[in-house]
């Protein structure tokens, strides 16, 4: 209970301060992302992992570095977090004035699963990898793949590299019910086959 608790707080802050910077139209929301997204990182490590995104968790369970039993709870508690910072953050600021934009179906499965790959391919290497055991700084290395993903690509597909966060969002009335699909199809996808590639080249370790 006490991982999948950490995974809710990490999640939280995670979806919560996306729809926060993301609703302040402030050209710096990709920064206060990466930020929040290290800080929690640094926060909740120790003790969960600091997955907050299925498709980390995913990954971490096909590589092997995710215990079986963890799995579905840590899957529940970054949905259920998602799902509250999301009516949180509606409660705050409210409903968009505008209908979500409408994205291309291919274009943003391709830079979602590319993003996700990366993301989730960083963190088991830095943060699973017995070669880097104990290092400090994979919480920064962690955050810059966010950054350099909504940056680069989040006016392509939202950027959210994360089926939690697509969720989020999507409550948020921030992107549409076909784009949810794509964050959760693509995202999943990118995340086991980057649990693929670290097995392909470190082994089971």
């Not at 600021?93 to 699963?113: C, D, N, Y």
Request: hydrophobic share 60%.
């Amino acid at each position: 209970m006490k991982k999948a608790f950490v995974e809710f707080i990490g999640t939280f802050f995670l979806v919560f301060t996306i729809g926060m910077a993301v609703r302040s139209g402030s050209p710096l929301a990709p920064l206060a992302i990466a930020a929040g997204l290290m800080a929690v990182i640094y926060g909740g490590g120790h003790v969960s992992g600091a997955h907050f995104n299925p498709a980390v968790t995913l990954a971490a369970l096909i590589r092997g570095s995710c215990p079986k039993q963890d799995a579905l709870p840590y899957l529940a508690a970054q949905f259920l977090a998602a799902f509250s910072a999301a009516w949180l953050t509606c409660y705050l600021v409210g409903a968009p004035e505008h209908a979500p934009v409408l994205r291309g179906t291919v274009p943003s499965a391709i830079v979602e699963f590319l993003f996700t790959f990366a993301l989730a391919w960083v963190i088991l290497n830095v943060a699973t990898a017995k070669a880097n055991a104990g290092n400090s700084h994979y919480g920064l290395a962690i955050a810059m793949v966010v950054l350099a993903g909504a940056v680069s690509v989040g006016g392509i597909s939202g950027g959210a590299f994360n089926p939690a966060v697509g969720l989020g969002v999507y409550i948020m009335g921030l992107e549409t019910a076909h784009q949810l699909a794509v964050y959760f199809i693509a995202d999943l996808a990118g995340g086991a086959a980057a649990a693929l590639a670290f097995l392909a080249v470190n082994g089971k370790e």
